[in-house]
């Protein structure tokens, strides 16, 4: 078979997608992606010959009549591949070996094909005029490739062939797609220079971030210090990764970094250097697309999805599922090498994610690559877990001392009901007090809230936010919070009381003047005083934040006991203004590794941990599922009712041949916004036997009551179990019995 005209997929040739792949492996070198000589060389190697295997004359019939394989008469191409590798021109064969044999992932491991089909697999290597011996020395040198599974990431030989075998995953899947391998960072550092040109200092945070852009940092620092732009000086002209836990504060985030990266002369460039990345990317990038009245961006997502941007803000399950070891995990792990990645506000996890971090951040540090730790407040325990992983080579800052006054705390010793917050607004509304956040733990609490105030004869406007909004009204509900928090006071004729959950906690720039909120845990507390007087120019000469510490509506179900009771050991010994530095002295005292090592929280943290590091690669492994959440999106049965007739008319535009793509894309947008993310124990004992059939995939119609103003309801139905708050998020196997203290949290991440 002449190499030149056989196919490597029926538009082109074998020779065609190699010169493709040496391509993009001299881009990742050109930019220092590759940092030494030897690497290079055995990439090239592995570039040129891994698709040779396709001129096997059974792959080109295949190709040609575009029929489906078959193991009968075929062996995977990769097999006959590792044949054409030449030891003589490698600095490390086995890896080589390793990279060429499982860029691809068929039904059965590549290595058990070699050895049960010896005789087609000698077929092949006759017809490609191979000797008849090769396949014994072969199988030899395979014996080499197999230990490579079975040691860990701190074998060098390991970390070099996960490496050499990520670069060539990032060649090919380039290749494949047509897009660029890699974007150059050639912007950040002049566009915040730009920014900040003349109007202000770089703050102490900001100028130590600057001195340590080459080291690990872990950073605590009060709201209000500027710790987004402090993490992008940090970065500085590099490939960086922003993870956050909220898909609103990615998409905030993202819009932030957008405008920095934009150019006047072309509207469009920031395509080319920022992408966002979580499980509704599509959606936020179709509706940006409808509001400039344009087409969808298909090579825009592409280029997100294979992270090949400078810059990408993403939730930690899109980039860290690598501790997974999965088929392919060493493309993600291959890019982490040449990377920074700043992680905000890491205390906001359930423990199996923190697991899956903490471990992500050992893997990338032992492969080469940054981590900055930025949060308002650290748990003592994550910071020795942080360090217990990466050992001495990070620099560690605290500015605490530096965060302005902006919290005077009043605490009870009791359950948050109406009757409390009722008196709070009467007492303390006024000409500079208008805007009120009560945030409750439970969906449960915050709906009782809300339906009792609006029954009240209070004189204050009254709304609700949390998860359980189908997506059109949710975004509305965030759009309307933002704008309530940036309302001016003289312009309010009366009070403003929005209820909420933990969805407002993390990385929301909202304002309100009072929070009245439940305690959970120290952690999340903080964060939810940070979304009141925000910028320390309010008046806290009065008390501005109400803590309720008594748990209720099976609040206890999902947050650890053991962490909510030294909590509040810790907040009940506070009344009046509390400073940042008072606030982490809480935590280091009333929170420490001692006392949180007997806590659910943290055995379960251990317990991931130990399952992530002992999980072998794919080769031994019993883990075949990246990521299983027990969630399902559906639609319940009113909204359904009153938009059968879009539905229907969005449905036929979806399953007809004559509908362009862009408008087939918009008709399942339209459906995906009637939908709301519940359990799959709810969907099942509220099927209503209705389903949206899509073209790949199915919505059920769930009965229940569904409203604007309060969401989802099944109380006419049955005695509320409130299980719209437990959250069994599992990577892997990993199953875990109970729930998230963060369910609303992950709700909008995953």
């Given at each position: 078979?002449?190499y030149?005209?056989?196919?490597?997929?029926?538009?082109?040739?074998?020779?065609?997608?190699?010169?493709k792949?040496?391509?993009?492996?001299?881009?990742?070198?050109?930019?220092?992606?590759?940092?030494?000589?030897?690497?290079?060389?055995?990439?090239?190697?592995?570039?040129?010959?891994?698709?040779?295997?396709?001129?096997?004359?059974?792959?080109?019939?295949?190709?040609?009549?575009?029929?489906?394989?078959?193991?009968?008469?075929?062996?995977?191409?990769?097999?006959?591949?590792?044949?054409?590798?030449?030891?003589?021109?490698?600095?490390?064969?086995?890896?080589?070996?390793f990279?060429?044999?499982?860029h691809?992932?068929?039904?059965?491991?590549?290595?058990?094909?070699?050895?049960?089909?010896?005789?087609?697999?000698e077929k092949?290597?006759t017809?490609?005029?191979?000797?008849?011996n090769?396949?014994?020395?072969?199988?030899?040198?395979?014996?080499?490739v197999?230990?490579?599974?079975?040691?860990?990431?701190?074998?060098?030989?390991?970390?070099?062939?996960?490496?050499?075998?990520?670069?060539?995953?990032?060649?090919?899947?380039?290749?494949?797609a047509?897009?660029?391998?890699?974007?150059?960072?050639?912007?950040?550092?002049?566009?915040?220079?730009d920014?900040?040109?003349?109007?202000?200092?770089?703050?102490?945070?900001?100028?130590?971030?600057?001195?340590?852009?080459?080291?690990?940092?872990?950073?605590?620092a009060?709201?209000?210090?500027?710790?987004?732009?402090?993490?992008?000086?940090?970065?500085?002209?590099?490939?960086?990764?922003?993870?956050?836990?909220?898909?609103?504060?990615?998409?905030?985030m993202?819009?932030?970094?957008?405008?920095?990266?934009?150019?006047?002369?072309?509207?469009?460039?920031?395509?080319?250097?920022?992408?966002?990345?979580?499980?509704?990317m599509?959606?936020?990038?179709?509706?940006?697309?409808?509001?400039?009245?344009?087409?969808?961006?298909?090579?825009?997502?592409?280029?997100?999805?294979?992270?090949?941007?400078?810059?990408?803000?993403?939730?930690?399950?899109?980039?860290?599922?690598?501790?997974?070891?999965?088929?392919g995990y060493?493309?993600?792990?291959?890019?982490?090498?040449?990377?920074?990645?700043?992680?905000?506000?890491?205390?906001?996890?359930?423990?199996?994610?923190?697991?899956?971090?903490?471990?992500?951040?050992?893997?990338?540090?032992?492969?080469?690559?940054?981590?900055?730790?930025l949060?308002?407040t650290?748990?003592?325990?994550?910071?020795?877990?942080?360090?217990?992983?990466?050992?001495?080579?990070?620099?560690l800052?605290?500015?605490?001392?530096?965060?302005?006054?902006?919290?005077?705390?009043?605490?009870?010793?009791?359950?948050?009901?109406t009757?409390?917050?009722i008196?709070?607004?009467?007492?303390?509304?006024?000409?500079?007090?208008?805007?009120?956040?009560?945030?409750?733990?439970?969906?449960?609490t915050?709906?009782?809230?809300?339906?009792?105030?609006?029954?009240s004869?209070?004189?204050?406007?009254?709304?609700?936010?949390?998860?359980?909004?189908?997506?059109?009204?949710?975004?509305?509900?965030?759009?309307?919070?933002?704008?309530?928090?940036?309302?001016?006071?003289?312009?309010?004729?009366?009070?403003?009381?929005?209820?909420?959950?933990?969805?407002?906690?993390?990385?929301?720039?909202?304002?309100?003047?009072?929070?009245?909120?439940?305690?959970?845990?120290?952690?999340?507390?903080?964060q939810?005083?940070?979304?009141?007087?925000?910028?320390?120019?309010?008046?806290?000469s009065?008390?501005?934040?109400?803590?309720?510490?008594?748990?209720?509506?099976?609040?206890?179900s999902?947050?650890?006991?053991?962490?909510?009771?030294?909590?509040?050991?810790?907040?009940?010994?506070?009344?009046?203004?509390?400073?940042?530095?008072?606030?982490?002295?809480?935590?280091?005292?009333?929170?420490?590794?001692?006392?949180?090592?007997?806590?659910?929280?943290?055995?379960?943290?251990?317990?991931?941990?130990?399952?992530?590091?002992?999980?072998?690669?794919?080769?031994?492994?019993s883990?075949?599922?990246?990521?299983?959440?027990?969630?399902?999106?559906?639609?319940?049965?009113?909204?359904?009712?009153?938009?059968?007739?879009m539905?229907?008319?969005?449905?036929e535009?979806i399953?007809?041949?004559?509908?362009?793509?862009?408008?087939?894309?918009?008709?399942?947008?339209?459906?995906?916004k009637?939908?709301?993310?519940?359990?799959?124990?709810?969907?099942?004992?509220?099927?209503?036997?209705?389903?949206?059939?899509?073209?790949?995939?199915?919505?059920?119609?769930?009965?229940?009551?569904?409203?604007?103003?309060?969401?989802?309801?099944?109380?006419?139905?049955?005695?509320?179990?409130?299980?719209?708050?437990?959250?069994?998020?599992?990577?892997?196997?990993?199953?875990?019995k109970w729930c998230?203290?963060?369910?609303?949290?992950?709700?909008?991440?995953?």
């Open positions: 078979m002449d030149h005209n056989a196919l490597a997929k029926p538009s082109e040739t074998i020779e065609q997608h190699t010169d792949l040496l391509e993009c492996a001299k881009v990742l070198y050109d930019l220092g992606y590759i940092k030494s000589e030897q690497l290079y060389k055995d990439l090239l190697v592995a570039c040129k010959n891994h698709d040779m295997g396709k001129i096997n004359s059974q792959f080109q019939i295949r190709i040609k009549r575009k029929s489906r394989f078959n193991y009968e008469i075929e062996v995977p191409h990769a097999v006959l591949s590792i044949f054409f590798v030449n030891d003589s021109e490698c600095n490390d064969y086995t890896s080589v070996l990279a060429v044999l499982y691809h992932y068929h039904k059965e491991s590549p290595m058990n094909v070699f050895r049960r089909d010896r005789q087609l697999v092949f290597l017809e490609l005029n191979f000797q008849v090769d396949y014994n020395k072969m199988r030899r040198n395979l014996s080499k197999k230990k490579i599974f079975q040691t860990n990431l701190n074998d060098k030989q390991k970390q070099y062939a996960v490496l050499l075998k990520g670069l060539l995953h990032k060649c090919d899947y380039s290749a494949s047509n897009i660029p391998c890699e974007k150059k960072n050639d912007f950040l550092l002049e566009s915040i220079e920014w900040r040109s003349g109007k202000f200092q770089y703050n102490t945070l900001q100028e130590f971030c600057i001195a340590n852009r080459n080291e690990n940092i872990m950073v605590t009060p709201t209000g210090m500027g710790k987004t732009e402090a993490g992008l000086l940090w970065c500085g002209d590099n490939k960086c990764f922003f993870v956050l836990p909220l898909k609103t504060a990615i998409n905030a993202y819009g932030r970094i957008k405008e920095l990266a934009k150019d006047v002369e072309a509207e469009d460039v920031y395509k080319s250097r920022v992408a966002l990345v979580h499980s509704d599509k959606s936020y990038y179709l509706k940006d697309a409808n509001d400039k009245d344009t087409d969808y961006d298909f090579y825009y997502e592409e280029l997100s999805r294979q992270f090949c941007l400078p810059v990408t803000v993403c939730t930690p399950d899109q980039i860290f599922d690598f501790v997974l070891k999965y088929p060493e493309y993600k792990l291959a890019i982490s090498s040449y990377s920074k990645f700043i992680i905000d506000e890491i205390q906001m996890y359930s423990p199996d994610i923190l697991a899956a971090i903490i471990y992500a951040i050992k893997m990338i540090h032992i492969m080469g690559g940054k981590v900055a730790v949060t308002a650290l748990p003592p325990f994550v910071k020795e877990e942080l360090l217990k992983n990466i050992g001495d080579d990070v620099q800052a605290d500015f605490s001392s530096e965060g302005i006054l902006r919290h005077n705390v009043k605490v009870f010793d009791d359950k948050l009901k009757d409390d917050v008196p709070i607004v009467n007492e303390t509304n006024s000409d500079t007090v208008k805007k009120y956040l009560v945030v409750c733990n439970t969906v449960k915050a709906n009782r809230i809300y339906r009792e105030l609006s029954e004869n209070i004189d204050a406007e009254i709304n609700l936010f949390h998860a359980n909004f189908i997506k059109k009204d949710r975004m509305k509900k965030e759009k309307e919070i933002m704008v309530a928090s940036e309302k001016k006071l003289n312009e309010m004729n009366k009070p403003e009381i929005w209820i909420s959950t933990s969805v407002v906690e993390a990385s929301l720039d909202i304002d309100f003047d009072i929070l009245i909120t439940e305690l959970s845990d120290l952690f999340s507390l903080f939810r005083f940070g979304r009141t007087n925000r910028k320390g120019k309010k008046d806290f009065n008390y501005n934040c109400y803590v309720f510490t008594e748990l209720q509506d099976r609040a206890d999902f947050i650890d006991k053991d962490i909510h009771n030294l909590s509040k050991d810790a907040i009940v010994t506070v009344d009046g203004v509390l400073t940042e530095q008072e606030k982490n002295s809480l935590i280091e005292k009333y929170l420490s590794v001692e006392k949180v090592q007997d806590t659910d929280y943290y055995k379960d943290y251990c317990k991931f941990f130990k399952n992530y590091e002992d999980e072998y690669d794919y080769l031994n492994s883990n075949d599922s990246l990521r299983n959440i027990d969630r399902v999106d559906a639609i319940p049965k009113c909204v359904y009712d009153e938009n059968v007739d539905i229907n008319e969005n449905l535009k399953n007809s041949k004559d509908v362009d793509r862009d408008s087939r894309m918009n008709a399942t947008e339209e459906i995906l009637l939908t709301v993310s519940i359990s799959m124990f709810r969907c099942r004992k509220h099927d209503s036997g209705i389903s949206v059939d899509m073209k790949y995939r199915r919505i059920p119609v769930i009965d229940c009551n569904y409203s604007f103003d309060s969401g989802l309801d099944f109380e006419f139905i049955e005695k509320p179990t409130d299980d719209s708050n437990e959250v069994n998020f599992i990577w892997g196997d990993y199953d875990r998230n203290r963060y369910a609303d949290l992950l709700l909008l991440c995953v």
